[in-house]
């Protein structure tokens, strides 16, 4: 774990200044994390450019395979998916790794937000229908023809080049949505998880749950347990499920 977390934190001290502190200090500038829902269309704009300049930004590291730093964090995520699923480290990791995400949205890419989540309740079962699916102030819609690549939205002529899984090919975003996969991710569900009283019980409840309900139901790239970082949605998708977790904490701070 210590040797993962590292490894990630290169990704901080290569591109800015670190932001990892080993004394605790008082935050005195919070960001206020928002659903996708509530977002004023220029919020969505602003989040959305961000990210597609994360995606024009060179490659940084070194590393063999990715052209920009969106495809840094991607490949990251490939190297480490046999460590980070399925386990306890699952929730944590994934944390540091939304905060690593808009971290560089914030400190490459001039963003002055706060990374959003898509709140999947909302949509659980309909998820076709989504606004986070809209052509022009979300992520695109479902894949179309025989890649089953998107075909519209902001995303569309993204060439990525990590994935599927742990092979490196040049090849689109692609997505199979699947209402029904999405089910899973119902409020009656997130409520169950909720009630949870130990971590060992919440994190499975979240991970077999919701979390597998948004990659499910997005389908494509984002099913790929290796490679699903590739669809941007993936960080609304994590930034909901550190929600729920944060939520699930808030309930017994000092103890959980
Ligand atoms: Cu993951």
Same mark, same amino acid.
């Given at each position: 774990? &210590?040797? %993962?977390?590292?490894?990630?934190? !290169?990704?901080?001290?290569?591109?800015? +200044?670190?932001?990892?502190?080993?004394?605790?200090?008082?935050?005195?500038?919070?960001?206020?994390?928002k659903a996708w829902h509530s977002l004023t269309r220029n919020e969505k704009l602003d989040y959305i450019n961000a990210e597609?300049?994360?995606?024009?930004?060179?490659?940084?590291?070194?590393?063999?395979?990715?052209?920009?730093v969106f495809d840094e964090l991607q490949l990251f995520h490939v190297m480490q998916t046999p460590e980070i699923h399925f386990v306890g480290a699952f929730l944590p990791y994934h944390r540091f790794f939304m905060h690593?995400?808009?971290?560089?949205? &914030?400190? %490459?890419?001039?963003?002055?937000? !706060?990374?959003?989540?898509?709140?999947? +309740?909302?949509?659980?079962?309909?998820?076709?229908?989504?606004v986070i699916l809209d052509p022009k102030t979300g992520f695109g819609g479902n894949g179309v023809g025989e890649g089953n690549c998107i075909n519209d939205g902001p995303f569309k002529d993204y060439v990525n080049v990590i994935g599927p899984g742990q092979a490196n090919t040049e090849h689109c975003i692609d997505r199979i949505v699947s209402d029904c996969m999405s089910e899973v991710g119902s409020k009656q569900i997130?409520?169950?998880?909720?009630?949870?009283?130990?971590?060992?019980?919440?994190?499975?409840?979240i991970e077999g749950g919701p979390h597998g309900a948004g990659h499910g139901g997005i389908g494509g790239q984002m099913l790929n347990v290796f490679s699903s970082p590739g669809d941007p949605i993936f960080y609304l998708h994590h930034t909901y499920l550190d929600k729920l977790w944060w939520d699930w904490?808030?309930?017994?701070?000092?103890?959980?």
């Open positions: 774990m &210590r040797l %993962l977390l590292a490894s990630l934190t !290169a990704v901080f001290i290569a591109h800015a +200044a670190p932001v990892v502190s080993p004394q605790r200090t008082t935050c005195t500038n919070k960001t206020q994390r597609k300049c994360l995606m024009s930004t060179p490659a940084k590291l070194g590393l063999s395979g990715p052209r920009t690593a995400h808009e971290h560089l949205l &914030r400190t %490459l890419c001039n963003y002055t937000g !706060a990374q959003p989540y898509w709140d999947e +309740a909302l949509d659980a079962g309909n998820f076709s229908a989504s997130v409520d169950g998880c909720m009630q949870m009283q130990n971590f060992s019980t919440f994190w499975p409840c904490q808030a309930q017994d701070l000092s103890a959980r």
